[in-house]
Structures are given as C-alpha cells and as structure tokens.
C-alpha cells in the first residue's frame, strides 16, 4: 500500500458542491492499494503513518507523530498512486488494486484509524473530490509497505 502524506494546516474534500470531509492541522494522506496487498499492508502502513514523525517538538526538530500531537487524519483514496510511469507518456494503471479489493482495503484501513485516531475524515472511493489543503512546510513524503 501507498500512502502520500502532507503535513498541512487544514485540508478538505468536495463531492458534488458538498463539503465531505475536512481537518484542521494534522495530515492529509492520499492512500493507494496494490494489486498484491491485504489488510495485513493496510495495518503495516497505519501503524507506520501514525508512528510517522513530521511535527516540530519544542526545539524545533521533526520529532512528533500525528498521534504525538493529536492532529487530525484526510484519508482521500487515490489509485493514481500506484501508476507504472517509466515508459511512453500515458500511465499504467495496472500495479494498483482493482477496484473491489481497493475499496475494501480503503474501508478497512479507514476503520482501524478510526479505532485507534481521535480525528478521522474522509474523502469518497470513486467519486470524483477536490480536496484543497494549505501544506505546512511543505511537507510531504512517500510511504509505502509491500507484500511480501
């Protein structure tokens, strides 16, 4: 599994006009299932973003975890993660999880957050959201967990 993950300020996800989910500081993360993974991953990866240290501590340094600092959590479901892009100028597709299998690991990874995060929001599989955050830093990085 993929997870893109943004330190912002505040972030929000639009369908259709309607506001569907929003945080104020905390992290915005894009999250993307492979062809090969289970909710075995999906664990492995929640444990790794919410143990992730990308907020300043007293001093300065990135030392804090979202849980640390009790930010909140945009999961926004982005198949384009998975994209093979190393030939020709149209993207494969082909690595990511078929719909089915990407919705179900969305949902459970969203349900494990919500059990263990106080503050869990959300984008929708398969609709087509604007989401708009105000990246703090910026800050971004790359997770991603692989079946092994």
């Known amino acids: 599994m993929i997870a893109l993950l943004q ?3 505040g972030a929000s996800v639009v369908v259709d006009g309607a506001n569907i989910g929003a945080i104020d500081a905390g992290l ?3 999250l993307c299932a492979e062809r090969a993974d289970t909710e075995k991953e999906a664990d492995a990866l929640l444990n790794k973003l919410l143990g992730y240290r990308v907020f300043a501590d ?3 340094k990135m030392n804090l975890s979202v849980s640390d600092v009790g ?3 945009l999961l926004v479901p982005q198949f384009t993660l998975a994209a093979d892009t190393k030939s020709g100028t149209r993207p494969s597709f082909t690595p990511a999880a078929s719909p089915q299998d990407g919705l179900r690991l969305f949902d459970h990874f969203v349900g494990q957050a919500r059990a263990r995060h106080p503050v869990v929001e959300t984008g ?3 609709a087509d959201m604007k989401v708009s955050l105000t ?3 910026p800050v971004t ?3 991603q967990v692989s079946a092994k």
Request: aromatic fraction near 14%; avoid cysteine.
């Open 7 to 9: 330190r912002v300020s």
């Open 28 to 30: 915005l993360v894009l």
């Open 58 to 60: 007293a001093a300065g």
């Open 71 to 73: 930010g909140g959590l």
């Open 124 to 126: 929708r599989f398969g």
């Open 135 to 137: 990246n703090d830093g």
């Open 141 to 143: 990085f790359w997770l």
